[in-house]
């Protein structure tokens, strides 16, 4: 089974400073996907940034960057320049497709970001 | 704005009610997903519909029903639910064919069962 672990349950960062969340994961299927949702207060989930498991380089999203490092099985969410709105929960997620072709995502437990003035 | 939309946005019941949840997609997707967020607890999936049929159901109590009249709408029909049911109801849709695509969420029900 995947598994995504997620070791910091909340990070402070000092507003236009640059953030890392931590992302590891665990699979045996050589193919897979990984991604990072952010959920404000009000509940939605908002998908930020993909990584595909062959892709070459990190991906990148305006201010939004993910440290993929294969051999390590970790996929780090590096927020820039942070700003009082990305205060949230982050969420880090892997594809499971299962027998079938049915797809699920596998979530970690979140990182609460709190951006400070 | 992700593109699906859930109603109602909250939603208190008791124990002996009725109540549906829906979950609309205007992005054209043929799967949609029902999860549960339990406090401090991961996502669970709970339901996984693909061109209309049911391809998922991850183990869950015969109080929570699914439907899928079409591939724009998926509803969670609720009945005689327990306060441990009391969480929020994400709806998702996902573009692209299984194992390739990326799941967009609506903002969620938020359920109290009392």
């Known amino acids: 089974a995947q598994k995504i672990t997620q070791t910091q349950p909340g990070m402070f960062v000092q507003e236009k400073e640059a953030v890392t969340l931590d992302c590891t994961y665990d699979?045996?299927?050589?193919?897979?996907?990984l991604f990072w949702y952010k959920q404000p207060s009000s509940g939605e989930m908002i998908f930020l940034i993909y990584?595909?498991?062959?892709?070459?380089q990190n991906a990148t999203e305006g201010r939004y960057s993910l440290n993929f490092q294969k051999a390590r099985k970790s996929a780090n969410l590096v927020i820039s320049a942070s700003q009082l709105g990305d205060s949230a929960m982050y969420f880090c997620?892997?594809?499971?497709?299962?027998?079938?072709?049915?797809?699920?995502?596998?979530f970690g437990k979140g990182t609460k970001l709190t951006v400070n003035p | 704005e992700t593109g699906v939309t859930q109603t109602p946005r909250h939603l208190v019941m008791g124990m002996t009610n009725k109540k549906s949840l829906k979950c609309e997609q205007h992005?054209?997707?043929?799967?949609m997903y029902w999860y549960k967020q339990s406090a401090k607890k991961p996502l669970e999936l709970m339901f996984v519909?693909?061109?209309?049929?049911?391809?998922e159901n991850n183990s869950v109590p015969s109080r929570f029903s699914p439907e899928c009249p079409n591939s724009s709408h998926l509803f969670l029909h609720l009945h005689t639910l327990q306060p441990e049911d009391s969480a929020l109801y994400l709806c998702?849709?996902?573009?692209?064919?299984?194992?390739?695509?990326?799941?967009?969420f609506g903002a969620g029900t938020r359920l109290s069962v009392l």
């Open positions: 998702a849709s996902r573009s692209g064919a299984s194992g390739t695509g990326i799941q967009y």
């Open positions: 990584q595909g498991s062959y892709d070459q």
């Open positions: 699979t045996s299927d050589p193919s897979y996907g």
């Open positions: 992005l054209g997707h043929n799967a």
């Open positions: 997620a892997m594809r499971e497709v299962r027998q079938g072709g049915s797809e699920k995502l596998v």
């Open positions: 519909y693909n061109f209309k049929e049911q391809t």
